[in-house]
């Protein structure tokens, strides 16, 4: 049986209980409490206005208020509950007239009279059937236009998860080429000054390759692979840079392996890498990974230099705003990023920290 059959069948089940209980309250309980016996007629009549009670309330709810009241027709749909009410009542009226309810009912239940006068005239409405009815009525509209709200909320987040999905979608694909764009060039560089150490960064390159083929298809990845492919970039980035550059990298071992988005933390690293190395000039590149309490924590601290920090800005930093963007879909509220440019250290520093519990 499907989730949606199962929840059908509870929905149809709760309506049955609800109705079980409103027609004892109705046609037996007051009745019986009286301790007379009632006779058969009197009965037809209490089946007969928990019959039209039970239609008036799915005619409300499946008729007038989808086709009124949620269409902003408010004084038809008054109009038409104010025919409901007049129809129940008179229909009550008639049945009582043509089962001969109250002369039934005199023998059994005389009816109260004025001091040494005369049985005190019978009112036209029957106040309680109008004000069973109005209830009805309004525990009709007030169901319907909840679950008009539910199924709007429920189209809303169903057309909001698809739209992230396939946000999400285009942001990965254009993380993953920006990336190889950088790193092949990196290895031509190479292969110009030392083939050997080009040809192990075109095997290190191939590992990373399969890392993106196979874990970023799906939506998360375990964290000790993801760290594994930060490994892997940051041994191929070091093959290239200068003597003066120095790359300082440390991470917790082991790693729990926690879920968590493939592709998330290379473009902070590599940012540092494409704008923190200079090739006539001392440069430094810290970079720290690690857990606390179920806690992602990554700090990417380099020097900036102005000439390529401008030359960064033209390229229009795609691979740092996707997963800003990424991690605003992914994690809100669960994670906090700092980027902190410091001038006169002439230091860029990012931090980190995303709760993967």
């Known amino acids: 049986m499907t989730r949606e059959n199962t929840k059908g069948g509870v929905v149809v089940a709760m309506h049955l209980l609800a109705w079980a209980l409103l027609g004892f309250v109705l046609v037996f309980y007051q009745p019986l409490s009286w301790g007379v016996s009632l006779p058969a007629v009197f009965w037809v009549k209490q089946f007969l206005n928990f019959g039209l009670l039970v239609a008036l309330f799915y005619f409300n709810s499946h008729y007038l208020v989808p086709n009124y009241l949620l269409k902003n027709r408010i004084f038809i749909f008054i109009l038409c509950v104010i025919a409901l009410v007049i129809f129940m009542l008179a229909i009550s009226k008639i049945a009582d007239q043509q089962l001969e309810i109250r002369r039934h009912m005199e023998h059994i239940m005389p009816r109260p009279r004025h001091r040494g006068g005369p049985p005190k005239p019978r009112h036209i409405i029957d106040a309680i059937l109008l004000m069973t009815t109005l209830l009805v009525i309004g525990v009709s509209t007030s169901m319907a236009v909840i679950q008009r709200w539910q199924a709007d909320a429920r189209l809303r987040d169903a057309v909001e998860k698809q739209n992230i999905t396939s946000e999400l979608a285009l942001l990965k694909a254009q993380i993953n080429p920006h990336f190889f764009f950088n790193t092949l060039n990196n290895i031509y560089a190479l292969s110009y000054t030392n ?68 592709m998330l933390l290379l473009p902070f690293i590599e940012n540092a890498f494409k704008h923190g190395i200079n090739a006539s000039q001392e440069s430094e590149i810290r970079i720290q990974a690690g857990l606390s309490n179920g806690a992602l924590k990554l700090h990417v601290e380099n020097h900036i230099f102005l000439a390529q920090n401008v030359a960064g800005a033209e390229s229009g930093g795609i691979g740092l705003s996707n997963t800003r963007r990424r991690l605003d879909l992914l994690y809100p509220e669960k994670h906090h990023l700092e980027i902190h440019t410091d001038e006169r250290a002439n230091t860029y520093t990012v931090d980190l920290t995303i709760n993967l519990t």
């Open 195 to 262: 083939v050997e150490e080009s040809r192990e960064a075109t095997l290190t390159l191939s590992r990373m390759m399969r890392y993106l083929l196979y874990e970023t298809q799906q939506d998360v990845a375990p964290l000790s692979r993801e760290f594994a492919f930060i490994d892997d970039y940051i041994e191929l980035m070091k093959l290239r840079v200068q003597s003066s550059s120095n790359v300082q990298y440390t991470r917790d071992e082991p790693v729990p392996d926690y879920p968590i988005a493939p």
